[in-house]
């Protein structure tokens, strides 16, 4: 049998790798840095003690058993696609397709050790967890959150955790009767941060902002972050005793030690059907690839799952000489459950359409089982069901 090499344990590369294992048809190796899959969607909990760290963890044997495909755990250090090879940390793996999902890197702005982040490594939200928790404890203080562009990729901007943490610390303090005793603050460097989830989810956003009495501070860039706080390009600072940041992303820096093709942000350049520019044997899916299809197009979990599963089915048709080839374009677009932790509201946003419904209370629970239903259908215990 043909082998396929995955690279990368999160949503996208899990996909494909269950995908391809359920095909028959390859030998499928998933490499992965850590031993579980980090559900990100549902990690917002954490701070606010509403979800264990260990329960936004799935480990990636659970998925091999029920689908399995061999598991190496370990670190990729360079891509040669020349020479049909992967170089790890601890060993050199060969392939006769590979698929490359092993995430991005993060824009790294001047002062950014000052802030925590809970879209990075997942011991970041703990350390969060952790001094927000200690500020809790003192009584009072102001809390900063924000998130960042890439100005050479727009998708890369991922800001739908920030509005959920700021709203989630909201409805906490408010719960521990303390949210007098804080000021809470979002930043961001666009006019509209939000802009590409459409206008009624826009104009929901901005309402709740002012009903929650939580000040924006909208359309400055950062010039730098400092102990106490963030600092824009009009020399004023926002005062924080404790700021949460999300980076954009920007390509790994594995690839600048491969062959790859790349965009202008260092992300894989890739065609419609997720095959690598130039290849005839790599495709590239999730974080790690440069998307291109809408003006709205956006790196998030339920497009890293898509296009993990088409890059599966094109390496099929591929290899049996099939040309049903599936195009991801046709798929893209922005869905979330944004949780303010008395509630959510699902938002949705196609070329043809945009809505979004407000889902007082149900919404929370809504998010809380989709936490389950990827680990039930990732472990076989229930078949995913059709969309989802």
Known sequence: MKKVLVLGGGFAGVEAAIALQKSKSFEVTLVSNRDYLYLYPISI?????????????????KIQKAFPFRLVIDKVVSIRTAENKVELQHQVLDYDYLVVAIGADKL????????????????????????????????EGKIAIGFGGNPKDKSAVRGGPGFEL????????????????????????????????????????????AKRNLHQHLGKKIVQFEADGVVFEDNSKLTSD?????????????????????????????DKYCKVIGSDNVWAVGDSAGLEGTDFVAKQGHLA???GRFAAHNILQTETGGSDFQNY?????????M???????????????????????????????????????????????PGL
């Open 45 to 61: 909990w954490i701070p606010t003690d509403g979800i264990q760290f260990k329960n936004v963890k799935l480990p990636l044997q």
């Open 108 to 139: 790294q702005p001047k002062g950014v050790d000052h802030t925590f982040t809970i879209c990075g490594a997942p011991e970041g939200n703990l350390a969060f967890r952790d001094a927000f928790q200690a500020l809790v404890k003192k009584g």
């Open 166 to 209: 700021i709203f989630n610390i909201d409805h906490y303090l408010r719960k521990k009767g303390l949210r007098d005793k804080f000021e809470l603050n979002f930043f961001a460097p666009m006019e509209q941060p939000g802009a590409r989830m459409g206008k009624g989810a826009l104009k929901m956003m901005g309402k709740l902002f």
């Open 242 to 270: 404790l700021t949460m940041f999300i980076s954009a992303g920007t390509g790994s820096s594995v690839f600048k030690q491969s062959d790859l093709p790349l965009t202008e942000a260092g992300f894989i350049h890739i």
């Open 305 to 307: 799952e898509i296009m």
């Open 329 to 337: 374009h046709e798929h893209i677009s922005i869905l979330c459950v």
């Open 339 to 385: 949780d303010t932790g008395d509630g959510a509201a699902y938002v949705y946003r196609d070329i043809h359409k945009e809505y979004i419904i407000p889902m007082p209370v149900v919404g929370h629970w809504m998010k809380k089982g989709w936490g389950w239903y990827q680990k039930w259908t990732k472990t076989g215990k229930i078949p995913r069901l």
